[in-house]
């Protein structure tokens, strides 16, 4: 049997799998947790099992299907992601136009990527489907906000939280990935856990700049007139408005769990603003996004959202 990648996620597979080894299929699955904590590598590792012709053992490794799989050549396998931002409803009846016929092999697999990402007429595309899956037909909706998907999707899937890794563990992966241990030891923690995150930083020298500019822009922040000054600086974000959201969710979680680490989350803090203002802001924030509402208000309903008192 060809084994998990990843060390630190053993006893979640262990978990993921249970069904798929005594032969039950579970059609839909929500992989739901920060970017870079093995969520991609899961949904492909069950995939290569649900495909794999080996009797037992599976994955093996070695059978045809398999050899697609390490190939990243694999019919079995389709992978959705946004196309940049949003996931259209076009591309969700392509995907599924793809699944609808028998597929030579055992299964068909489907991977979306960022599965919050589609609007709101692409789940309802995709509902329909995953109402009355095909027999072959797998679906891992990969997402960090699972709350942002449709109640109705989320209560046909099975919902699979992937919690963030120990420091160590990140540490670790960054130094297979070549990060000097030194540099390893000092990324980890920014990370919170996150090994993709961890990556990114480690390849983004203007990752600290980034930071302290949101950390700044946030110490001015103390009510809705203020809004109109720190909107500007805010904006200057636009072009990372993925670690402006991931960096705020963080936060929403520190202050909801009264665990307050960071110099951002404790600034917002000393604010006055509650988690969970916070992390409905974030998540209308993202929605909005996806649904192409522009940078610059979508930025602004942010700043007063996470002032709203719940
Ligand atoms: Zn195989």
């Given at each position: 049997?060809?084994?998990?990648p990843?060390?630190?996620?053993?006893?979640?597979i262990?978990?993921?799998?249970?069904?798929?080894?005594?032969?039950?299929?579970?059609?839909?699955?929500?992989?739901?947790?920060?970017?870079?904590?093995?969520?991609?590598?899961?949904a492909k590792?069950v995939?290569?099992?649900?495909?794999c012709?080996a009797?037992?053992?599976?994955?093996c490794?070695?059978?045809?299907s398999?050899r697609?799989?390490r190939?990243?050549?694999?019919?079995?396998?389709?992978?959705?992601?946004?196309?940049?931002?949003?996931?259209?409803?076009?591309?969700?009846r392509?995907?599924?136009?793809?699944?609808s016929?028998?597929?030579?092999?055992?299964m068909?697999?489907?991977i979306?990527?960022?599965?919050?990402?589609?609007?709101?007429?692409?789940?309802?595309?995709?509902?329909?489907t995953?109402?009355?899956?095909?027999e072959?037909?797998?679906?891992?909706?990969?997402?960090?906000h699972?709350?942002?998907?449709l109640?109705t999707?989320?209560?046909?899937?099975?919902?699979?939280?992937?919690?963030p890794?120990?420091?160590?563990?990140?540490?670790?992966?960054?130094?297979?990935?070549?990060?000097?241990e030194?540099?390893a030891h000092?990324?980890a923690?920014m990370?919170?856990?996150?090994?993709?995150k961890?990556?990114?930083i480690?390849?983004?020298a203007?990752?600290?700049q980034?930071?302290?500019?949101?950390?700044?822009?946030?110490?001015?922040?103390?009510?809705?007139?203020?809004?109109?000054?720190?909107?500007?600086?805010?904006?200057g974000m636009?072009?990372?408005?993925?670690?402006?959201?991931?960096l705020?969710?963080?936060?929403a979680?520190?202050?909801?769990?009264?665990?307050?680490r960071?110099?951002?989350?404790?600034?917002?803090?000393?604010?006055?603003?509650?988690?969970?203002?916070?992390?409905?802001?974030?998540?209308?924030?993202?929605?909005?996004r996806?649904?192409?509402v522009?940078?610059q208000?979508?930025?602004?309903?942010?700043?007063?959202?996470m002032?709203?008192?719940?």
């Amino acid at each position: 049997m060809q084994p998990f990648p990843i060390k630190a996620r053993e006893a979640l597979i262990t978990q993921i799998m249970r069904p798929v080894r005594t032969g039950r299929i579970v059609h839909a699955m929500i992989f739901a947790g920060p970017a870079g904590t093995g969520r991609k590598t899961a949904a492909k590792y069950v995939a290569q099992t649900l495909c794999c012709d080996a009797k037992a053992g599976r994955p093996c490794g070695v059978c045809a299907s398999c050899r697609r799989f390490r190939d990243s050549n694999a019919p079995e396998l389709i992978t959705l992601a946004p196309d940049p931002k949003e996931i259209k409803i076009e591309a969700v009846r392509a995907l599924l136009e793809g699944i609808s016929l028998r597929p030579e092999g055992k299964m068909k697999c489907v991977i979306i990527e960022e599965a919050d990402r589609m609007n709101p007429s692409a789940q309802n595309a995709l509902l329909k489907t995953l109402e009355e899956p095909p027999e072959y037909a797998v679906f891992f909706l990969i997402t960090q906000h699972p709350s942002v998907l449709l109640p109705t999707i989320r209560s046909r899937c099975t919902l699979v939280r992937f919690a963030p890794l120990e420091d160590e563990e990140v540490e670790e992966i960054l130094i297979n990935h070549g990060v000097s241990e030194e540099r390893a030891h000092s990324i980890a923690p920014m990370a919170r856990g996150c090994a993709g995150k961890a990556i990114a930083i480690s390849g983004d020298a203007e990752y600290p700049q980034k930071t302290e500019t949101l950390l700044n822009a946030m110490k001015d922040l103390k009510t809705e007139r203020d809004v109109a000054s720190v909107g500007p600086a805010i904006a200057g974000m636009r072009d990372d408005e993925k670690l402006l959201s991931e960096l705020l969710e963080e936060c929403a979680q520190e202050l909801m769990h009264e665990d307050v680490r960071t110099p951002l989350a404790r600034t917002l803090q000393e604010n006055g603003i509650d988690g969970a203002a916070l992390m409905q802001a974030v998540i209308g924030f993202v929605r909005m996004r996806a649904s192409n509402v522009s940078f610059q208000y979508a930025a602004e309903m942010l700043l007063y959202n996470m002032l709203k008192p719940v």
